[in-house]
């Protein structure tokens, strides 16, 4: 799992904005994360898979692994549908 | 996942993605570049100028007070650019190069993108820039007959 090149983050106006360095942005329509996204998005720049990501998020949040992973996996879908990922 | 944007937070994101040689679409906002752009229903989608702007180019500049503008160059000086919204007859001198962020390549009409080298906004653009003293005459038309026949007309 890999953010596909050229897919960047930028902070601003308060969240977090996916550029897509040498493309088009579509500020009609662009995709902007919270900061949990924020923080799931560079985990996986960090190579992490979705059960590491899953247990980073259940410490920080103090919720249940199996719930951090299936809202982990809910977003990588997006990713995925938005194509992001490779 | 979507939501609404102040161009002067997002400015840093655009200027970067033109740098980058990647473009930036957004809707345009005011009556300005009527009849060609539709406020807040057309899009334009804008790149870094690969060669100087020129005449008829629709440029996407900053002014001095911080706002963000979406006209044509009418002309070009020494100076800077004299530009000029489509549905307006004022001019604006001098628009300078280290106010400009970007150009215009391509634009919405009813949904559909048009580039900007199309034959039709060729000859758009020619007969705007190139009809603004008849412009003038009948907005100026429009005032004085206003004035005498319209609202503030006296009974």
């Not at chain 1, 960047?8 to 996204?37: H, K, P, Q, Y």
């Not at chain 1, 190579?47 to 259940?58: C, M, N, R, S, Y």
């Not at chain 1, 249940?64 to 809910?74: F, M, S």
């Amino acid at each position: 799992m890999k953010i596909k090149e050229g897919f960047v983050l930028r902070e601003a106006a308060g969240s977090f904005v996916v550029m897509n360095i040498g493309g088009n942005i579509d500020f009609n329509g662009m995709i902007t994360l919270n900061e949990t996204g924020a923080l799931i998005w560079r985990a996986i720049e960090e190579g992490k898979d979705a059960e590491d990501i899953a247990k980073q998020i259940a410490e920080i949040y103090e919720v249940d692994e199996a719930t951090a992973l299936r809202d982990v996996n809910l977003f990588i879908d997006k990713m995925n549908g938005a194509g992001i990922l490779e | 996942m979507n939501k609404s944007f102040a161009l002067k937070d997002m400015f840093p994101i655009i200027k970067e993605q033109l740098d980058s040689g990647g473009s930036a679409t957004f809707a345009i906002h005011g009556t300005s570049m009527l009849p060609m752009l539709k406020d807040r229903k057309d899009s334009v989608r804008i790149i870094k100028p690969k060669e100087q702007p020129k005449k008829y180019d629709i440029i996407f500049y900053r002014r001095k007070d911080g706002s963000f503008i979406l006209h044509r160059i009418v002309k070009v000086k020494k100076g800077g650019y004299i530009c000029r919204g489509d549905n307006q007859i004022l001019n604006e001198f001098p628009v300078t190069e280290d106010m400009v962020i970007g150009v215009v390549e391509a634009y919405t009409r009813n949904n559909e993108w048009i580039s900007v080298n199309s034959k039709r906004q060729y000859f758009y653009s020619r007969f705007k820039v190139n009809t603004i003293l008849f412009l003038r005459t009948k907005r100026y038309l429009e005032a004085i007959i206003n004035k005498l026949f319209g609202k503030g007309a006296k009974k």
